[in-house]
């Protein structure tokens, strides 16, 4: 980079588990104490940070003192919900963000959604250092001298061997991820390797030293993708309303933005067009926006447009310049193409641009298959579509939102047949989601077993007999399985009683009784005063055969089914000792 050259801040990403100190370490850079005054301390909407050159030198005396010569004006760090994937941040051709800090508990080491991150971060291809935070949370651990390095080697004995032992852990976890990786204080060719910068977001410790290495890989491996273009291209992050006023906050990533100029936003459809009414941007070290008349990327903006817009959250937006045409490409480039849905499958949607690319790219990797997905809330259109699945595959009539809930017109709709998922957090949604599908394909198969054979266990209720013999009719209780016309029934002896014939439940005639209801059979040549008296249970009677279909399949069955199946078969084996063998 020359002196002449005009680059921009790297964006730089702060992602990890929630709860692991991405937002307390971004307050000891800045700081401030925004951590504190969040509800629940998490992170509750995405909020970028400027950290010019000037005050990274001031804050970073190690800089100088390592003889770094610092060319990059600065950075925008950009502090994400622990209940969103980072990677809605998006333009084209992969993430909006130039590196990103993953932020890891060194003493609870990876958790689902640090492994979620770690996928996004492949799927991206975006360079990363791991800040592995809550050092000083190690026993005995104290703050022994301002250079990270020094301080570590001066801990005591048990107290550094915990620390190396941490260490070893996380380094062997993230090779299981696919990463290579040291103490950014070990490694000689960082395109090698992935820098680990323990840190304490409490104590201060090692963030001057996280500060140093990301200008250091920002200077090494950003050259020639921070130079500035004199066209502005942004990302929305988010549409806000106070009182009448409707604003947005974006990142501008390129080019320079004036408060005279239109910009055109990416959509579905046509791209909109609007005009800059008011152009803030954020302060550095802040979280204030101030009016001006030009920016330059890369900064966090607020804008207010003259026509009230419906515009949804990650979409891209550029400055418009009566090329309506090349901006129809661009933007098809960076959004239809990328959301790409199948034949068949699930209906998905998600809050943002980004988090649906992220959310289709996760499902991809799980073999899960989308055949409608959108932006916003769950609607009509969505129960439709899963509703018509349903008729074609069950497993497939599921809606999943993330981030998103629902139209309250959906609840006039039919939904009985079709599954609604709705989750802040990607990995929760997919594990809730694989559990559905997998519980509805044992069903299916369940389905299918059960229309072989019944299997079922009946308590005769003696207090309700209706008609002694010819037929018998009398009360009973289905304590397992599922109760079918035509079934014949067995008693504990092995005797077999008589096929049911009629079944009925509130004086109505029914063909299928399940676990727990209270029925009335009809029993045709029984004799109940004779035959069931003194009688307890009655049982489905099973061909060797359909035992052992049960038998193979028992992995479909419950518990109480399991039990059932193994009476029927002690029943069967004292009268016939080689049933069923």
């Known amino acids: 980079m020359t002196a002449e050259t005009k680059i921009r801040q790297p964006i730089v990403t702060v992602a990890g588990h929630v709860d692991h100190g991405k937002t307390s370490i971004l307050d000891q850079i800045r700081g401030s104490c925004v951590a504190q005054g969040e509800a629940g301390g998490i992170t509750q909407k995405i909020s970028f940070t400027l950290f010019p050159r000037n005050e990274i030198l001031e804050r970073c005396p190690i800089i100088k003192q390592k003889k770094l010569n610092l060319e990059i004006p600065g950075f925008l760090f950009i502090d994400t919900p622990g209940h969103a994937a980072f990677s809605n941040l998006r333009k084209r051709g992969g993430s909006l963000a130039d590196l990103a800090i993953l932020v890891i508990d060194i003493n609870e080491g990876i958790k689902p959604q640090t492994a979620e991150v770690i996928q996004i971060l492949k799927i991206n291809k975006t360079p990363f250092i791991v800040a592995l935070n809550k050092i000083d949370h190690i026993s005995g651990w104290r ?75 920002s200077q090494k491996f950003l050259k020639g993708k921070l130079e500035l273009k004199p066209d502005a291209k942004g990302v929305i992050l988010e549409v806000k309303k106070e009182k009448t006023i409707s604003y947005i906050e974006a990142i501008l990533y390129d080019g320079k933005l004036t408060n005279k100029d239109e910009i055109a936003i990416g959509s579905f459809g046509e791209p909109i ?24 990327a890369a900064t966090g903006i607020r804008l207010q447009l003259t026509e009230s817009i419906d515009i949804l959250p990650g979409m891209p937006f550029q400055v418009f ?68 699945n349903f008729e074609n595959d069950p497993t497939k009539a599921v809606i999943i939102g993330f981030n998103v809930s629902h139209d309250e017109e959906i609840k006039e709709m039919n939904t009985a047949n079709i599954k609604i998922i709705e989750e802040e957090v990607v990995y929760k949604l997919i594990e809730k989601l694989k559990e559905y599908i997998e519980n509805k394909k044992k069903e299916g198969e369940k389905e299918k077993l059960m229309k072989l054979a019944t299997l079922c266990k009946l308590r005769i209720l003696g207090q309700y007999v209706f008609h002694n013999s010819n037929p018998a009719i009398f009360g009973v209780r289905v304590e397992t399985g599922r109760l079918k016309e035509n079934c014949t029934l067995i008693d504990e002896n092995g005797e077999e009683i008589s096929d049911v014939k009629r079944m009925q439940a509130d004086k109505k005639g029914i063909d299928e009784a399940s676990a727990g209801m209270e029925i009335a059979i009809s029993l045709t040549g029984t004799n109940f005063e004779r035959q069931l008296k003194d009688k307890t249970f009655l049982y489905s009677d099973l061909s060797a055969g359909q035992f052992k279909e049960f038998k193979k399949n028992k992995e479909l069955l419950s518990k109480e089914e399991i039990e059932v199946l193994q009476k029927i078969s002690q029943i069967k084996r004292a009268k016939e000792p080689t049933w069923g063998v």
């Open 321 to 388: 310049k009566n090329n309506k045409d090349e901006i129809i490409k661009e933007f098809k480039k960076q959004i239809t193409d990328n959301i790409q849905t199948d034949n068949e499958g699930i209906i998905a949607k998600a809050d943002s641009l980004g988090s649906l690319e992220a959310l289709l790219a996760l499902l991809k990797q799980e073999n899960i298959y989308v055949c409608r997905a959108g932006i916003g809330r769950i609607d009509k259109k969505d129960v439709i579509c899963a509703n018509t």
């Open 273 to 296: 067009i609007g005009k800059i009414r008011v152009l803030e941007e954020i302060q550095p070290l802040s979280c204030k926006f101030k009016s001006i008349n030009e920016v330059h």
């Open 143 to 217: 703050k022994q001298d301002e250079e990270l390095v020094k301080s570590i080697n001066m801990q005591a004995i048990n107290t550094r061997q915990q620390f190396d032992e941490k260490l070893m852990t996380l380094m062997g976890s993230l090779h299981s991820h696919g990463f290579e990786t040291s103490p950014f204080y070990e490694i000689e060719d960082f395109t090698k390797k992935v820098a680990l910068v323990p840190c304490s977001a409490r104590t201060g410790e090692g963030i001057p030293e996280l500060v140093m290495t990301l200008c250091g890989l």
